[in-house]
């Protein structure tokens, strides 16, 4: 399943490990049962497991992305590690990045937002509302022309001979990144929940709805039972 994102994004889902019944079977493992087919008596231990976060069950459910999004929805992303052994020299790791590598791909593709944001003004890190017209044109213009003068000196470098690793330090943080991300089921819910919310910013909002697609595509009764038992809203 791919979902595009923002003007040039995306979410695909390239692999995942486990099913619905893999949370059952790894909770009902203490009591030496095992389930092959789905019931009611199932569908109410996932709720008491997610409602009263017994979460291990959950992380055996994974889920590969490859992922394209600007730089700074990225910066905030590495940020997330409830459910993620981020210490290489931990047994139990169930997560992972691999990402495009400046230093051997040139850049080329930037985010261009449709609308230009104001300012919260009861908020320091939001945006509330956007900009008036006149505001709008002018804006756009600055972006375009600052846009322009970036990409002409990045490729004068680049067609200078410079190394990609050199050049790419004049490039905004709207140049896209893509990645690959693996994570267990408890990361990827953890996430949606912080990020598919009013005062996260708007472009990680989009991404978490699409990351909240694309794990109900893969696993549909676990995570609607888990969006039941957190009370998230439709």
């Known amino acids: 399943m791919k979902i595009d994102v923002l003007d040039k994004g995306f979410i695909e889902v390239v692999d995942s490990l486990g099913n619905d019944l893999t949370v059952v079977n790894s909770a009902r493992v203490s009591f030496g049962k095992r389930k092959s087919v789905w019931s009611a008596a199932d569908r109410r231990l996932v709720k008491y497991l997610a409602k009263y976060k017994h979460y291990s069950p959950f992380r ?100 200078a001979g410079m190394a990609k690793e050199q050049a790419r330090i004049i490039l905004p943080l709207n140049q896209y990144t893509e990645v690959y991300w693996t994570a267990s089921f408890q990361s990827i819910m953890n996430f949606i929940e912080l990020r598919n919310e009013k005062t996260s910013q708007w472009e990680i909002q989009e991404y978490a709805k699409a990351l909240l697609e694309c794990t109900s595509n893969t696993f549909p009764k676990i995570t609607e039972i888990w969006a039941e038992a957190h009370g998230w809203e439709d």
Not at 115 to 136: H, I, P, T
Request: charged share 30%; proline share 3%.
């Open 60 to 159: 055996h459910l994974q889920v590969q992305f490859h992922i394209k999004a600007p730089e700074f929805v990225m910066r905030q992303w590495y940020k997330h590690v409830v459910g993620i052994e981020t210490s290489s020299s931990h047994s139990t790791k169930d997560h992972a990045w691999n990402e495009i590598s400046g230093r051997y791909v040139p850049v080329e593709d930037f985010y261009t937002p449709d609308v230009w944001r104001k300012q919260s003004e009861d908020n320091k890190q939001a945006s509330e509302g956007v900009l008036d017209e006149l505001q709008q044109k002018r804006m756009t213009s600055t972006y375009n022309e600052f846009m322009r003068q970036v990409e002409m000196a990045y490729d004068r470098m680049i067609d």
